[in-house]
């Protein structure tokens, strides 16, 4: 089993920052992808950015320019910079991950618990 927890959530007004970071644990042989999705609230679950491997990125159209995702792959961690926040960056922000686990090397497919994200003044 993998196992993501996220961290860096919280309340901030419009215009500030906030970062997110997501630690994967557990049999994990080698991640591939890891990335953040949100999901507002009446709203489908939608991909924020991703990260493949070291360096390649994807973010969406909205958050570009204001968002930046890394990762340190001796942690299994991924990091989302948010800056420059809007009142419709408000939601649940998820991490995921999709890899290999060691013995038996299989595929998975991971989610984290999600952190709340509000910008409000």
């Known amino acids: 089993q993998v196992q993501l927890v996220e961290s860096g959530g919280g309340l901030v007004q419009p215009g500030g920052s906030l970062r997110l970071s997501c630690s994967a644990s557990?049999?994990?042989?080698?991640?591939?992808?890891m990335g953040w999705y949100r999901q507002a609230p009446g709203k489908e679950r939608e991909l924020v950015a991703a990260?493949?491997?070291?360096?390649?990125?994807n973010y969406a159209d909205s958050v570009k320019g204001r968002f930046t995702i890394s990762r340190d792959n001796a942690k299994n961690t991924v990091y989302l910079q948010m800056n420059s926040l809007k009142p419709e960056d408000t939601a649940v922000y998820y991490c995921?991950?999709?890899?290999?686990?060691?013995?038996?090397?299989?595929?998975?497919?991971?989610w984290g618990q999600g952190t709340q994200v509000t910008v409000s003044s």
């Open positions: 557990g049999r994990i042989f080698s991640i591939n992808t």
């Open positions: 995921n991950a999709d890899g290999v686990t060691t013995a038996p090397r299989v595929t998975f497919k991971a």
């Open positions: 990260i493949i491997r070291r360096d390649i990125t």
